[in-house]
């Protein structure tokens, strides 16, 4: 008999917390409660139970990761500024071994040359950029994909 998994963990990094005052132009002028409210509805719809979680500090955001397996059956990532350095994360994330979509809201591709890499190359289902808020929507699709539900 096969099991599908539903449970996501939506985790996110550095500056998360103060969104709505960072440049709306960049980032898109949501707040975090309500980036979160948005992605709990297209969760939701796609069939997924999301959990969300947030920190500044990088080793809260590694024990987070360590405890992922008890908390959920896939991620969605969105570690910041951290995506681009920290081999602790990347690390982390390697050995919670689950499917993971990297998000961000800018398109890092085409900012400055260090946010061009991603220390969760080869780690993540997918990577999606420049969408804004709208490409969460697009992650939970991939992920629930690959977890196997349908909504």
């Given amino acids: 008999m ?20 960072r ?5 898109g002028g949501l707040s975090l409660a309500q980036l979160e409210q948005q992605i709990g ?48 994360i990347a690390d982390a994330l390697d050995v919670a071994g ?3 979509v990297e998000v961000h809201l800018s398109d890092v591709d085409a900012r ?3 946010r061009k890499v991603s220390v969760f190359d080869g780690l993540v289902v997918e990577k999606i950029s420049g969408k804004g808020a709208d490409g969460y929507k697009d992650a939970l699709r991939v992920l ?5 539900v349908e909504a």
Wanted: glycine share 8%; aromatic share 12%.
């Fill in 41 to 88: 509805d297209w969760a939701r719809l796609e069939g997924l139970e999301p959990i969300f979680f947030q920190t500044n500090h990088e080793g809260e955001f590694v024990e987070y990761l360590h405890r992922l397996p008890d908390l959920a059956d896939g991620s969605l990532i969105n570690a910041g500024a951290w995506t681009h350095y920290s081999r602790a």
């Fill in 23 to 27: 440049d709306p132009a960049i980032y």
């Fill in 144 to 148: 629930a994909r690959e977890l196997g």
């Fill in 98 to 100: 689950l499917p993971a």
């Fill in 2 to 21: 096969s099991r599908t998994s539903n449970r996501v963990a939506v985790i996110h990094g550095v500056n998360f917390d103060i969104l709505d005052r």
């Fill in 112 to 114: 400055d040359d260090w």
